[in-house]
């Protein structure tokens, strides 16, 4: 699919994305604020939105935008919500932790239909970048060549990954327990701290799931469509259809969700009788979904 703008322009997935903001400041000092006790923002974070939002501002004038940093922003009318991670792992950007990465999702009438995540990897010293591109219904890619979901078949056979955000609250500590069960049950269970590149490794097929709570839309919306064009399943973490209004999300090679569910899923259902919060958050008002 082929997103044109007002202006008559077709935004290539390099042209999405301004990450020259981010590669400038990888070696240079961070200026760190707190938007909590651990939960960090830099000045990069807010310049990398800037970049980006330039550019779909002036192209796309009659879409709606969803940023991390700015909020909703342009035509609550339109069928498109660009979700918007300027910079996602920012605690691992602040101490030069690879990997983090820029992530946009473009929704369509709420659903995932064109996505960008460019990586940043390697690390101090070498630094370097990968760009993950898809479209629905057209694949996914990684730096230009067609990406595939694992096709391993056994828990026990599984690298996984999830993570944990920087609220420490009752799915938080579910989710400790599911980290120590899988740990026990699979090759291991990564936590790397950015969950665009979470799941676009699941989309590369280097791993073989990931979930996280309360991941915000920006956290989402391009990587659910990376995995699912690359073959993989998407659900919410109770098996439930996914939206990235909700607050939990289960990514696989799809061979392995049902396996994955078993135990997932009863201690979603488990958060859900206690009365915890799965409501969907973060939609702009008045954005029209056919959820
Ligand atoms: C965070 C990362 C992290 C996840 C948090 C997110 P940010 O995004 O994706 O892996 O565990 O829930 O908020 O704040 O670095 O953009
Ligand atoms: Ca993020
Ligand atoms: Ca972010």
Redesign the pocket.
Known sequence: MRITGSTGFVLKPSAWLNTSVVMDAVNKPRNITYKGLT?LVTETDKMSEAAILEVVKKNFEDHLILG?EGGVIGEVASDYLWCI?P?????NFAHGYPS?AVSVGVLYQGKPTAATVVEFVGGPMCWNTRIFTATAGGGAFCNGQRIHVSATNEVERSLLVT????EHDEAWATNIELFKEFTDVSRGVRR?????V?MCHVALGIVEAYW?Y???PW?MAAGVLMVEEAGGTVSLMDGGKFSVFDRSVLVSNGVLHAKLLERIGPATEELKSKGIDFSLWYKPEDYRTDL
Request: charged residues 40%; glycine residues 16%.
């Open positions: 939960d991390e991670d910079l996602d792992g920012t605690t983090f993570g944990f955000g920087y790397l701290g950015a969950a665009a979470d996280e309360r991941l915000k956290d």
